[in-house]
């Protein structure tokens, strides 16, 4: 009798095979796509309130993720904070999400008092249409229709800088509103 060809091994390797193609994949970072509509996501600041995405239509927006322990965010974090009090009257808003733990509220919050825009500590560093936040920082830009721009899971360089900023941001801000 011949060995049938769907035992041992090779029968577990096509089962798993077929369970893995039948779960649903979350939202990956490469998803995400430039030009298209940005993902849904509210920052829940640290005074209690919440700010969504979409009741930010009308404006130009960047994501930031950060966290008080990454040096290259603390570095990044005051630069940010300047242009975003610069350029407010001219529709820009800047969404700061900490991937702190609740146990370094307090750092958090020391950092945020420096900041000109809002925070709120994320959760879960799983975030629906923008992957799991592993590296640090990352930022996503958002124009006034609610549209990707900018994808910093692929930037280069990945932090701001006021050469990015110009590049970037500030011909979205001078275009008409």
């Not at 298209?36 to 600041?45: F, G, R, S, V």
């Not at 996503?140 to 050469?163: S, Y």
Request: hydrophobic share 45%; net charge neutral.
């Amino acid at each position: 009798m011949k060995p049938h060809l769907f035992h041992g091994p090779i029968r577990a390797l096509c089962l798993a095979a077929l369970l893995f193609a039948t779960v649903p994949m979350p939202a990956r970072a490469n998803d995400l796509v430039v030009g298209k509509p940005a993902p849904a996501i509210t920052l829940h600041t640290l005074d209690g309130g919440q700010i969504s995405l979409a009741a930010l239509r009308g404006k130009v927006v960047i994501l930031t993720f950060w966290a008080t322990w990454c040096a290259p965010c603390r570095a990044e974090l005051p630069l940010l904070s300047r242009y975003a009090e610069a350029h407010a009257k001219d529709g820009l808003v800047v969404l700061g999400f900490s991937l702190d733990t609740p146990d370094e509220l307090g750092e958090v919050r020391e950092v945020a008092k420096s900041l000109s825009f809002p925070v709120g500590l994320l959760g879960d560093p799983h975030v629906p249409g923008y992957g799991r936040i592993w590296h640090l920082p990352v930022s996503f830009t958002i124009d006034r229709h609610g549209v990707l721009v900018d994808d910093g899971w692929k930037d280069r360089q990945p932090e701001w800088t006021e050469a990015r900023l110009q590049q970037i941001v500030a011909p979205m801000l001078a275009a008409s509103r």
